[in-house]
Structure formats: C-alpha cells, structure tokens
C-alpha cells in the first residue's frame, strides 16, 4: 500500500515462534513502589559518581549497540509515529534490552536532518522512517556509512541496497485473497482501482495472482475519487460479468462502491479487499459489506499486544504500531550475534525460517520486502472471522 493511505487508515521455526510469542505474551506488571517514611535524620550526601564519557548527546556505548528509530514525532502523521515510538520502547523493555539503545529521531521536520544527527550521534541501524518519500532521502546517506535500513514502508520501490521493508505488503494481500477465491471455486475476477501508485501496483498484482492461480481478469476500471468518476468506472465494469471484484482501496471508499457494484447487475459478486481494510475494524458492522474477503496479518496477537499497549499508555494504539514493536524485537534476536564495535549483521536478515512477531511469521525476499504469513479475513453481521488461517511458519 502507499504509505500515504496506511498512515490515513490509521517464522520463525517453531521454537522461536514459541519463545518470542512467550515473551511478548508475558505479563509486564508495573511494581508501585510504597511511599517512604519520612527520615528521622537527614543522611549525609551520597558521593557523586563522575558522568559517562559522551558523543553528542549520548552517553558512550562500550557494551550496546547504537539504534535510532526514524519516525514522525511532530507534523501531520506525529500520532502514528509516537504510536509506534512506544510499541518499540515496550519491546525493547520486553527483551531486557542489554545490548541496545535505541533512540527516537523526530522526521517531521526532515527525514535527511533526522538521519544526519543520528549517524553523528553513532547510530548503527535505523529502524525507520515510516513513508517511502522519508527513505528516499534518509538512504544515500546511510548505506554510504555501512548502517542497514528496516523501514516501515512497504514501496517495493524503495527497497535495495542496505534498505529492508518491513511494511504490510499489498500485493502479497492481493494475491491471497485472490488464490483463496479461486480456492473457493471463483474464476472470473474484476478490479475497481484507484488511480495512483498504490493502483498501478494492484492492478498489476490482480492481474498476476489471477493467471498464477488459474483464472483471468475479465474486466478492469480505474477511477478519480469523486462521484461522477466512480459512476463511470462501475457502469463501464457491470457490462461484463464477474465472480468477485476487488476494490483496491479503503474500506471507507469501498462502502461507497458496493451499492453501485450490486446494483449494475452483479448482485452476488464477491467482495475482495486489500491489507487497507485491516486498520478499519467496523467494516463488519455495515450490511453492505457482509461476505466480504480481504488478506492482511492475523490481529489475535495484536489484540494481546493492544491490551498491554493500553494497560501502559492509556490509548489504543495505532494498527502501524506493531512494525515498531516487530523492528525491535527482530533487532534484539539478531543482537544476539552482533558483537559489540562490529557492523549489524545483515546476513541474518537472509534466514529462510524467518521471524515471529505480533503481526505473526515473517522473512525478508531477495528483494529485500518483508514477505508475511497472510490469513484471509471473512466480514459478516457476526463480526470479522478467520476464513483462512495464516500459516505458523514457512
């Protein structure tokens, strides 16, 4: 998905899976201290030990290793990128975090000033930064001085390099969805997409996952957000017949589709959504929508971590904030490796078993994109139900 739209919305082997799942399901309780009695006399002055040597504003590092995490903490996506400041600083609590620091760089006011600092200031990997436009500028600099990139980002386009996307993958949602329905006997498949980069990437990934499972595409639209565009583009489409439509966008544009779609002649089309539709749990609740199959990361963990995020924080996190809490513990198993004065590891980030996180089991491509274990979501008066369960590993 465009990054833009994800901000707007808002395995590992089977011991690993185990061990970090436990870790991340432990109970976390905060111990109140009581209060002290007043003393009967004051205590002499405790000896002042002398500071850290320091390298800017940090202390010196002999036995941890530098990480900054690039995000928005200021601006238009500042909620979300606290959100997910947070989720990292429960991990990093989580794991121990003996052989980290991770300090959080703003990007609101840029992206490039933001990673200057950080690598000033030492920094050996950034987790970050959340858009595709923020890793475009933070890169050159970073790969040149040897520190990998793990965005949050899921444009393909982005990732290379030194550069590692960690984002929620759209055409991955895409070609789930698309090999469950032909699963489920549906062959002929049509797309109503938005116009746009986050289209042009849907419409190619519908075409592909429909041939690789073994049906076809009878009919595409493209169409402008606003109502005499969209009109058109669905009266264009109704003149063929379909088994399902995908609508690449929103769940809150979808709503307004639907209506049109059933009535132009496809009464009982089944309704394919994108990973977009997974930061908008009350799509369930709204009639239009029932029977409806979107593919996204199964939320049952999320749901536990959401808890724990409220217990600490008292808010609800953003969907996004699970990469920040992902990024993290990733960073800390692979840290079990990384010697202290030597470059992260990368070659880590090549193992084929993969990670296990609060958005389930996930390993890096060759392309460098997160590749997850995806579950297809089914909506219904019922509430949202697993229709097909995301694999435990791979």
């Avoid at 840029?110 to 000033?120: D, E, K, P, S, T």
């Avoid at 992260?344 to 980030?349: D, N, Q």
Wanted: with cysteine.
């Amino acid at each position: 998905m465009a990054d833009t739209a994800a901000v707007r919305q808002r395995r590992g082997r089977a011991p690993l899976a185990t061990a970090m799942l436990a870790l991340l399901l432990g109970a976390c309780s905060a111990v109140v201290p009581r209060a002290a009695p007043p003393p009967t006399a004051a205590p002499p002055p405790p000896p002042v030990a002398a500071p850290p040597p320091t390298t800017g504003a940090l202390p010196e590092d002999r036995d941890r290793h530098r990480v900054a995490l690039l995000v928005p903490l200021t601006g238009p996506n500042a909620a979300v990128g606290q959100s997910i400041a947070n989720a990292a600083a429960l991990a990093l609590a989580d794991t121990g975090g003996q052989a980290l620091r991770i300090t959080n760089y703003d990007t609101g006011p840029g992206a490039a000033a933001a990673a200057a600092r950080a690598l000033a200031e030492g920094s050996e990997l950034f987790l970050g930064p959340l858009l595709a436009d923020d890793v475009r500028q933070v890169a050159p600099a970073a790969v040149a001085a040897h520190v990998p990139v793990i965005s949050f980002s899921n444009d393909a386009a982005v990732a290379g390099e030194g550069v590692w996307l960690l984002g929620f993958s759209p055409s991955q949602s895409i070609d789930r969805v698309v090999r469950y329905a032909k699963s489920r006997g549906l062959t002929r498949f049509a797309g109503l997409i938005p116009q746009g980069m986050y289209g042009r990437g849907a419409s190619t990934t519908l075409l592909r996952a429909a041939e690789a499972a073994g049906g076809s595409v009878v009919a595409m639209q493209t169409y402008q957000r606003n109502p005499k565009a969209i009109t058109a583009a669905i009266t264009a489409l109704s003149k063929q017949k379909f088994d399902a439509v995908l609508i690449a966008d929103s769940g809150r544009t979808a709503v307004q589709l639907v209506p049109l779609v059933r009535k132009g002649g496809n009464p009982g089309v089944r309704l394919l959504g994108t990973e977009l539709w997974n930061a908008e749990p009350g799509l369930a609740a709204l009639p239009a929508m029932a029977g409806a199959w979107f593919a996204s990361v199964d939320d049952a963990t999320f749901a536990r971590f959401a808890d724990r995020y409220r217990t600490r924080y008292a808010r609800t996190p953003y969907r996004l904030a699970s990469l920040g809490y992902d990024a993290v513990l990733l960073t800390a198993r692979v840290a079990r490796d990384w010697r202290p004065r030597q470059p992260f590891p990368t070659a880590a980030l090549a193992d084929e078993g993969g990670f296990s996180g609060v958005d389930g089991a996930f390993r890096f491509a060759s392309a460098h994109v997160a590749e997850r274990a995806l579950a297809v979501h089914q909506l219904g008066a019922g509430g949202r139900t697993v229709a097909s369960p995301a694999p435990t590993q791979f």
